[in-house]
């Protein structure tokens, strides 16, 4: 047994350090071990297993704050979309209040009105009276 980086491997057959370096520098089109990552992740000359385990924290780090990023977005969005109801309703309710408001003051102004037509209902009915009287 022999120890290579962090771990014991048997002397027999590959040792971890040659299948390392096999996984990251592939002859025969094998699949590197950053095949589907993006390219700072890319091995270097000197790529060791420390570098590998960073690259795994690092990808599992931008990982998770994306997934914190997605969360935040999302919940801006149900924030924003509940505001947009919120102002929506209060409008609404402006609306209602001023069309009742307008009802109150039509209201008004026909009591108002009805008073002015029975008094210049009677002035005309008055003034006929007289015309009437003169002519006769």
């Not at 297993?49 to 599992?60: H, K, L, T, Y």
Request: aromatic letters at 6%.
């Amino acid at each position: 047994m022999r120890y290579v980086g962090h771990c014991v491997t048997k002397s027999v057959g590959i040792g971890f350090e040659d299948a390392l370096k096999r996984k990251l520098q592939p002859d025969s089109g094998e699949p590197t071990l950053n095949q589907d990552e993006e390219a700072d992740d890319e091995p270097d000359e000197d790529w060791t297993f420390s570098d590998a385990r960073f690259a795994r924290q690092n990808r599992r780090f931008r990982k998770s704050e994306e997934k914190k990023e997605q969360k935040r977005r999302e919940q801006d969005a149900k924030y924003t979309k509940l505001m947009k109801e919120k102002a929506a309703r209060a409008e609404e309710a402006r609306k209602e209040d001023r069309l009742e408001f307008i009802k109150e003051g039509v209201l008004g102004l026909q009591k108002s009105l009805g008073k002015v037509g029975e008094s210049v209902d009677a002035g005309f009915n008055k003034s006929q009276q007289a015309i009437a009287l003169l002519i006769n």
